[in-house]
């Protein structure tokens, strides 16, 4: 059945959370799933369906496979969840325990090294750090590294001089939840490397973890 809204109606999802919710049930089903059935649960389209699930194969959280079909006919193409991350979850654990001794020396560190990742991606795409008050074009730049990133971003309006990002997803919730001083340090240097929010700069940014359970929010705003 899919998800109903007011009036009984399909509830619409932004398309970072449907994907978001595609890769939910992906991750629930008992076997592989087809994408009739993921359409059919959500409400969507099954082309929009296909769509985030093309996105989802692309990004390594979700592999096609067959599904046989009772008597004649060719196999329908199903999708599951890719497991077998925990490798690398326990490396980028010890990896974060080797950042300091305690948690405010492993945020800082890792403030550090998110706004050289930053400086990093605005090298690559040839952008220069802006030194002037927040404006529409650095939070869309900002929200685009983000979704490339798997955060789900939504630019959302704030109090007043300020912008919300909205992030929906993190591809290391996992690390966030018990290490947040490392995970959410990185990010929040990125986040401000990437608004060219250094010490002396005109904007200030910082970073809620887990508002919501499945929700983080950057907040941006320009220092008076």
Not at 18 to 29: F, N, S
Not at 54 to 83: H, N, S
Request: with cysteine.
């Amino acid at each position: 059945m899919p998800t109903q809204g007011r009036g009984g109606r399909p509830q619409r999802w932004p398309r970072n959370r449907q994907r978001e919710r595609v890769l939910q049930l992906v991750r629930e089903h008992d076997g592989a799933v087809d994408a009739a059935e993921l359409a059919d649960r959500m409400g969507l389209h099954i082309t929009t369906v296909r769509f985030h699930l093309d996105a989802l194969c692309e990004e390594g959280a979700v592999a096609r496979t067959r599904i046989k079909q009772a008597g004649v006919g060719r196999p329908r193409t199903g999708y599951v969840a890719v497991q077998g991350r925990l490798d690398y979850r326990s490396f980028a654990e010890v990896l974060a325990l080797e950042l300091g001794a305690t948690a405010e020396q492993r945020q800082r560190r890792a403030q550090r090294a998110g706004q050289r990742w930053a400086a990093r991606i605005l090298a690559s795409e040839g952008a220069a750090p802006q030194r002037v008050p927040v404006s529409d074009e650095q939070i869309a730049s900002t929200v685009r590294v983000f979704e490339r990133m798997g955060f789900g971003p939504e630019p959302a309006p704030g109090a007043a001089g300020e912008q919300l990002i909205r992030l929906h997803g993190c591809p290391v919730r996992d690390l966030a939840r018990s290490h947040p001083e490392v995970t959410c340090g990185v990010h929040l240097g990125l986040l401000r490397g990437l608004l060219a929010g250094g010490p002396d700069a005109a904007l200030h940014a910082d970073l809620e973890p887990f508002a919501e359970p499945e929700l983080c929010i950057a907040r941006v705003r320009a220092d008076d």
